[in-house]
């Protein structure tokens, strides 16, 4: 039933994001697995494990003319509490930049599902705050808010499902610019089995994981979401390789001019998985 549900509304979003699309096929439904990693658009990945479900990053409404903003059949769904997003646990932002995040619709999300749990960075949940009228101060009881500066411990915050653990990374063009942005790198288990891990915008260089060395070398991580310069970079790759260690990586951030297909990219790209299209999956291994 739920997979019918995902190939009519991937059908849908074919048709709807089709000036973006190069190849209108719709993706083979994704065998049974520990979990599987959904793309939605730009960093946005719904991540799911039996019956429990996160999603980090899903509504934004800027896409700096180089990123895909979120299909309307999915926006449409996630308000709805439709498939795929039924049952949804929690919403993790990253920051509070406006290809990421939208202070507007967060609170109509958490206004519409008041069974949602958010984690973000304390300055979007002030952007929030400032929104919310007094009649909307209630949402706040759901949210975790997480104040953390650039070499902070990280923090830990456990449901019965899931262990969301954040570390504040500075943002892309540390040590130059963006310093105020604060960054959260989310490491989450679902079901006390599978580790994920979104980046946000976090800056590449191996001196911001070299002071958490321990922290990232306790966990380990299946399935990785960085920003998809990770993939091109040398610090990057190096991060990967030496401190997050992760099973699988799927690049996200992607402008949505890089091609699916790995032949027609840019040579740095072609050995790179990446999130290129909204609907793709990803089995996520144990
Ligand atoms: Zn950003």
Known sequence: MKRTYWLMLWAAIGSAACDVRGDASLPAPAPASAATAHYLANAGVLVERGEIKIVFDPLYRNGFGTYRLLPEPLERALF???????????????????????????????????????????????????????ERQAIFSRVNSVALE?????????????????????????????????????RVTLGGDTTVLHLGDADTRDVHYAHDADYWSRRDIDMAFPPYWYLA??????????????NAAVGVHVPKDMPRDPAGRPAEYRDADLFTTPGETREIKD
């Open 233 to 246: 970079s040398k610090d990057g790759r190096g991060v990967l390789k030496n401190r997050l260690t992760p």
């Open 80 to 134: 709805a509490g439709d498939p795929p997003f039924d049952g949804l646990d929690a919403v993790l932002v990253s920051h509070y930049h406006g290809d990421h995040f939208s202070a507007v619709d967060l609170l109509r999300l958490l206004s519409e599902r008041t069974e949602l749990v958010l984690y973000a960075p304390a300055q979007a949940v002030a952007e929030m705050r400032e929104l919310a009228g007094s």
């Open 150 to 186: 650039y070499k902070d411990p990280p923090v830990v915050m456990e449901t019965s499902d899931l262990i969301v653990e954040a570390v504040r990374i500075p943002h892309s063009g540390w040590p130059d610019g963006r310093l105020d942005v604060e960054n959260l790198a989310f």
